[in-house]
């Protein structure tokens, strides 16, 4: 059976029985199996999606562990109990438990009606004031914002990646905060330019934001499928801590040049936008911290 994927394999070439008796037709008899037979051989060793090591057994629960136990759903002031339930539902469909519900309404029966076999996500919920109780309460390494209206170029905060792009380079081994917005206007620009990375879902312009589950499913399905990616090792992700330093060498270097204030202010936005897509290691972090620092310095000698 042909699965999605599999490479296609030419048909063998059907031969009169009647000419196989002639030397030069058992000559190309001979090439034609021999060049099918290679064909052949080819296409079994072609390397499908990725490309990447099979992981043990231990491996892939381990990392299917870290992918339930290390991505925090957030949900920002929702305003309706009933979106809570089909939020939870939806993160039961692929898998994910911890749902963090920022200055939510009261928790009434419909949100635990409406989760259905989701109800035990919104039993479990933690329940925040404001974003910042949560991030430092959780210790969050990584913050992605959801928004509707992506930006340009020239509104760096809501420069987003796709969904298939955050599932691909996500790396779940690090805490990870997906947030979600209000109903009615969704994240605020500050709350958005708070994270470190901005995901958008391309829609028709006529009718561009979704509802909150149907976005949702989206984005958990990209993650859920994708959650097995990080087999190769060497490839740690670099931490929240790694980064903030390397940003800081940046902020003194932007700092030390003869430019207007927004300009410093918009150099370091963008090169916290790029570190942050680009998902770096954390020898990729150090390389590039000890470069600031000699920068730096040279700086310092003229």
């Known amino acids: 059976m042909i699965k999605i994927g599999d490479t296609a394999v030419s048909e063998e070439k059907v031969v009169d029985t009647t000419t196989l008796a002639s030397p030069k037709n058992e000559e190309y008899s001979k090439a034609e199996k021999k060049s099918t037979s ?19 057994k231990a491996q892939e629960e381990k990392e299917i562990n870290q992918f339930k136990e290390n991505i925090y759903i957030v949900f920002v002031e929702c305003e309706t109990p009933g979106n809570i339930g089909f939020l939870a539902r939806t993160m039961a469909n692929f898998g994910l ?10 928790l009434t029966n419909e949100a635990y009606y409406q989760a259905t076999h989701g109800k035990y996500i919104v039993e479990s919920a933690k329940i925040y004031n404001t974003l910042d109780e949560f991030y430092q309460s959780q210790r969050i390494d990584f913050k992605v914002a959801s ?34 917005g209000r109903e009615g206007d969704g994240l605020s620009n500050k709350e958005i330019g708070d994270c470190d990375i901005c995901v958008s879902i391309p829609t ?18 990209e993650l859920f499928k994708n959650r097995h990616d990080y087999g190769v090792e060497g490839l740690q992700e ?8 390397l940003l800081n060498d940046m902020n003194d270097l932007i700092n030390s040049l003869d430019i207007p204030d927004h300009k410093k202010k918009n150099g370091l936005k963008a090169f916290k936008n790029i570190i942050n897509r680009a998902f770096i290691t954390g020898r990729e972090a150090h390389t590039l911290k000890g ?12």
């Open 38 to 56: 290679t064909k052949k051989s080819k296409s079994k060793t072609q390397s499908r999606g990725t490309g990447r090591p099979k992981l043990t």
């Open 97 to 106: 438990k911890n749902l963090i519900l920022i200055n939510p309404p009261k």
């Open 147 to 180: 928004t509707g209206m992506a930006g340009g170029s020239y509104n760096l905060n809501r420069i987003p990646i796709r969904p298939e792009e955050l599932g691909k380079t996500l790396n779940a081994s690090n805490k990870i905060a997906i947030l979600f």
């Open 204 to 221: 028709d312009p006529t009718y561009p934001i979704m509802n909150i589950s149907h976005a949702a499913a989206i984005i958990f399905y």
């Open 238 to 245: 670099s931490t929240a801590l790694e980064k903030e330093y």
């Open 291 to 302: 470069i600031l620092r000699r920068l730096k310095n040279k700086l310092g000698e003229e």
